[in-house]
Nanobody, 118 residues
Framework: QVQLVESGGGLVLAGGSLRLSCEASGKTIGIGKMGWYRRAPTNQRELVASISHGGGSIIYEDSVKGRFTISRDNSKNTVYLQMNSLKPEDTAVYYC???????????WGQGTLVTVSS
């Protein structure tokens, strides 16, 4: 089984930056695509960004394009989300996601809260 643990959330002023990290552990050999989702208090969970295993395919939600950057280090089984120019509307719980090809299941982290204050 694969477990995901996020870190890096917190409180930041509008215009500031945060870097989220998500480390996978367990049977990580089958991990493929990884991504970040978020859920604001009154919204449904939405995809923020995703990255293929090799990093050649990256997708961003429209509102974060040009501000957020997703990357991964497969040697560390870790995916990152660099968030710049943060806005109050980016406030949400951010969840790490990974597709485990061995179990053919989506795996989720516990979430990390990002609060952007104006």
């Amino acid at each position: 089984q694969v477990q995901l643990v996020e870190s890096g959330g917190g409180l930041v002023l509008a215009g500031g930056s945060l870097r989220l990290s998500c480390e996978a552990s367990g049977k990580t050999i089958g991990i493929g695509k990884m991504g970040w989702y978020r859920r604001a208090p009154t919204n449904q969970r939405e995809l923020v960004a995703s990255i293929s295993h090799g990093g050649g395919s990256i997708i961003y939600e429209d509102s974060v394009k040009g501000r957020f950057t997703i990357s991964r280090d497969n040697s560390k089984n870790t995916v990152y989300l660099q968030m710049n120019s943060l806005k109050p509307e980016d406030t949400a719980v951010y969840y790490c996601n990974a597709y485990d090809g061995l179990s053919e299941l989506e795996v989720w982290g516990q979430g990390t809260l990002v609060t952007v204050s104006s």
